[in-house]
């Protein structure tokens, strides 16, 4: 990657509705879907992808993601999410930060839906909801150079009565007989153990992201821990799609690797900082442009076979990036959402409080956050 002058991307999965809740209080309801939290990275560094995504005619959010208009699905909804966040209470044990529940789901994405012979540079499938199915990732995987896949596409399952989000193993997913071909495949730290890391890096790239400890890389001869960025952490959702967006976009724009996978790092933890669909300052965008080609520069000559070696100047790049965030920090007013739930009441549109962007008084903590 990085070869092409002009490299295009293809990027499927549903746009959704998310609403945000802690303690029976809706913090925040706003555009959610993966590849909603990927196109505000890619678009914010000009790395230019087409969009599939199917919604309901119910979707709100036509205004925002009007330069990749949805395929609009008359037989069924927008997909909906719940993420309940639990308790702040230290004596409380958990291995997660909250809890997913799907509350409507809309169409899967088929493979008539996606182009018939043109060539991407790069596809990502990074559905939410069950909307990628086997044939239509085995479509991607045909018509892209290199893909890359958020395991989240593959494993997610839902209870058939609260629609709570559960796992399936990854050779039990229907979709293991297609892992060999996929370029690059992205888990967090909770998702890597329903697959075998040690017998997946031997057929691709595994990436697996830990938050505040930043990310790992397993490839089939080594294994590697890149640095976090510290932060304060407000809001997980979307943090790992960020993540993802990031490294595609180092690896599209030539970086190795290592650099890559440190730039996901650096989007995942400007994501939780901020409630729902982050906001990126202009000013740091083109930064952080700055700093990707003077890097690129610096590295030029690098071989396939040093991708995954960290080059020189590594930590440099770390401090550049983290200089270009702290210069250009936008502080945004306090706002939170009045509207308190009662939890036997099922979820209704009328009840809710609607608005784009808030930010909670106090942080959400966590234990095990994604990127």
């Known amino acids: 990657m990085g070869q092409n002058p002009n490299p295009k991307g293809l990027i499927i999965g549903n746009y959704c509705h998310d ?19 990927i196109s505000a990275v890619l678009h914010g560094l000009t790395i230019s992808a087409d969009y599939i995504s199917k919604v309901g005619p119910d979707f709100i959010y036509n205004d925002t993601v009007n330069n990749h208009t949805p395929i609009v699905s008359q037989s069924g909804k927008t997909t909906v ?96 007989h297609l892992v060999h071909r996929i370029g690059f495949l992205k888990a967090s730290a909770e998702e890597a153990p329903f697959m075998d890391v040690e017998e997946v890096r031997k057929l691709c790239c595994v990436v697996v992201t830990s938050g505040k400890d930043g990310c790992s890389l397993y490839w089939k001869d080594g294994e ?55 906001e990126f300052d202009e000013r ?24 995954f070696t960290k080059p020189r100047g590594h930590e440099q790049f770390i401090a550049s990036l ?18 308190v739930l009662d939890p036997d009441s099922g979820y209704t549109h009328h009840q809710m409080l609607f608005f784009k962007k808030s930010v909670y008084e106090e942080p959400i903590k966590s234990i095990d956050a994604n990127p």
């Open 224 to 278: 590697m821990q890149i640095d976090p960025f510290s932060t304060v952490q407000v809001d997980p959702t979307g943090a790992g799609d960020s993540f993802l967006a990031g490294l595609v976009a180092g690896l599209v724009e030539g970086l190795a690797i290592p650099d890559a996978a440190l730039l996901g790092n650096f989007f995942g933890s400007l994501t939780v900082g901020q409630i729902g669909l982050p």
């Open 284 to 307: 740091l965008m083109q930064k952080v442009k700055n700093e990707i080609h003077k890097r690129k520069t610096e590295c030029n000559g690098n071989d396939d076979d040093s991708r």
């Open 19 to 37: 609403i945000l809740i802690k303690d029976n209080l809706v913090l925040a309801q706003t555009l959610g879907g993966a590849v909603s939290f």
């Open 81 to 176: 999410f719940e993420a309940y966040f639990l308790s702040d209470d230290p004596s409380v044990i958990r291995r997660e930060d909250r809890v997913l529940k799907r509350v409507e789901s809309c169409d899967p994405i088929n493979v008539s839906d996606l182009p018939d012979e043109k060539v991407y540079d790069f596809g990502m499938a990074v559905g939410i909801a069950g909307e990628v199915i086997p044939e239509t990732l085995e479509k991607l995987l045909d018509i892209c150079n290199v893909v890359f896949v958020d395991i989240q596409s593959l494993i997610r399952v839902f209870d058939e009565t609260n629609g709570t989000v559960k796992h399936v193993g990854l050779k039990q997913s229907g979709f293991y």
């Open 322 to 339: 983290q200089s270009a965030k702290l210069t250009t920090t936008r502080t945004i007013s306090p706002r939170v959402a009045d509207q």
